[in-house]
């Protein structure tokens, strides 16, 4: 039996299962959840030495609950501006008018803008201080943009800034090239392939302009997101070659949000669930022919950050067992309305504005009980082996109308979320499975008793 990690998770006091699946002939892998490590074997029934191993927990469906305390006043360093929830697009996974419906809030008034930025630059945070740039579309309020970050330069000009934004990339233009470029300021287009390739957003505008982003501003455009949606998977090695070709190399690929808050009523992964696992499985094996040929992965690859997480250690480095993203944790949404909300994903959401001081130690508290709320739900993720992997999906899929952490995704979207890592790990196993090939290619290096990526392959 051989480890794919060799510097496992310290193992805690809680549910631990062992996954086992067959990714081909006689050719078996598990995932230990208790250690987050990945193990091979031919032999299925060598995987049960793995229960009597030290320091670890014996399979059971009981579950004790995580703790987790702030021990001092948790200060924001990023926060998200929705400057309207106004669009030029009608995407069908959206998830704006998800709570405005009709009743639209408009634009972000600059006096609460600026208010904002004063209490950011005041933060005793360290570092860098963020400002992501949302909507909607905040290319409608290109105006009000370029104002919030004058201000910041010019009445806080001792704090290192740095600005971002995430657009469908209809609006860009040489005006705004020419207004980041001088600046910190980075952009993600959300782009999901090219016109023709049954995808939702395809735009032959957003295309040109990256085009042109890489002319007049290079380097601007540091990353797309893709959003794929439950309907038949197009053909995803078909997209290498149109990704390669935009040539931004930072592509991040979600699964298409699930919907109304507490009913889950947008979308039903059900109809084409074994088509997408199907397509996964597909991929996975060009995947890793790729990588063995460019010493890199694709640029688009809906697995690259969780894969990259292992071979590097990063996963090791960086647990975190009860929430998947930066909700509460350094990062607040500015609305609209001027109310604070966890995240984009909340804006709108009465029963979801944060109602104090965000240097206060209320807040803090408040923010403890949440993350425990979040990583305690009494669902059924606490009985699934991925879940140290996933930690239950988004948040914002997860609560009810109270802002309460109690549900639960469908099994058609876990399954398929699932197939997603045992694709990553398959994809692990044939790589390490060529360990010496690969260190001779100079892919991978031998550091810190962990098989990483080079520099090269990074």
């Known amino acids: 039996m051989n480890s794919y990690n060799k510097n496992p998770i310290p193992t805690k ?51 004790s609950p995580l703790k987790h305390n702030f ?30 419906g009709d009743n639209r809030e408009g634009a972000l008034k600059i006096e609460d803008a600026l208010k904002n930025v004063d209490i950011l630059a005041k933060s005793k945070r360290k570092g860098v201080k ?12 290109k105006g009000l943009l370029k104002e919030i970050v004058l201000y910041c330069e010019k009445e806080h000009p001792n704090v290192k800034w740095a600005f971002s934004m995430t657009t469908n990339g209809t609006l860009l233009d040489e005006d705004i090239f020419n207004f980041i470029k001088k600046r910190n300021f980075s952009i993600m287009v959300s782009l999901d392939g090219p016109p023709g390739s049954g995808l939702v957003k395809t735009s032959k505008e957003t295309i040109e302009n990256i085009r042109i982003a890489e002319e007049l501003a290079p ?33 991040y690929v979600a699964l298409a949000s699930l919907g ?51 071979l590097t250690g990063e996963i090791f480095e960086h ?43 209320s807040y803090s508290k408040f923010v403890s009980d949440k993350l425990n709320q979040y990583g305690n739900r009494d669902v059924k993720c606490k009985s699934c082996w991925c879940n140290p992997l996933c930690h239950g999906g988004c948040p914002h899929d997860c609560v009810d109308n109270n802002m309460e952490f109690k549900s639960e995704l469908t099994d058609d979207y876990c399954d398929i979320v699932r197939s997603l890592y045992e694709n990553m790990f398959k994809i692990i196993y044939k790589i390490m499975g060529n360990k010496k090939l690969l260190l001779q290619k100079g892919i991978i290096r031998e550091q810190d008793n962990c098989f990483r990526l080079s520099s090269e392959g990074e």
Request: hydrophobic share 35%; with cysteine; glycine share 6%.
């Open 319 to 361: 647990y975190n067992p009860y929430i998947p993203c930066g909700i509460y944790r350094g990062m607040v949404a500015v609305g609209q309305d001027g109310n604070y909300y966890p995240c984009h994903r909340f804006v709108g959401m009465k029963s979801a504005i944060i109602g104090y001081d965000l240097f206060s130690e």
């Open 13 to 63: 006091k809680e549910t631990r299962h062992l996954h086992v699946w067959e990714i081909c002939e006689n050719d078996y892998l598990c995932f230990d959840s208790a250690t987050c490590s990945v193990y091979s074997s031919t032999n299925i029934s060598s995987f049960k030495s793995l229960i009597n191993q030290p320091n670890t927990v014996q399979p059971s469906n009981t579950y």
């Open 219 to 251: 380097n601007t455009i540091s990353s797309i997101r893709v959003t794929l949606g439950p309907k038949k998977p197009p053909d995803l090695i078909s997209l290498v070659d149109f990704f390669e070709n935009l040539g931004i190399k930072r592509i």
């Open 71 to 100: 021990t001092k006043n948790y200060h924001p360093a990023q926060f998200v501006f929705c400057l309207t929830d106004a669009c030029n697009l009608n995407c069908e996974y959206c998830y704006q008018g998800e709570y405005h």
């Open 260 to 310: 109304t808050v507490g009913t889950k009523s947008l979308y039903n992964w059900s109809s084409a669930k074994d088509l997408w696992i199907s397509e996964f499985n597909r991929y996975s094996d060009y995947c890793i022919s790729f990588f063995i040929k460019n010493k890199r992965f694709p640029y688009f690859m809906p697995f690259a950050k969780a894969f990259k997480m292992y």
């Open 130 to 141: 963020t400002i992501i740039f949302f909507g909607g579309e905040p290319l409608l309020e």
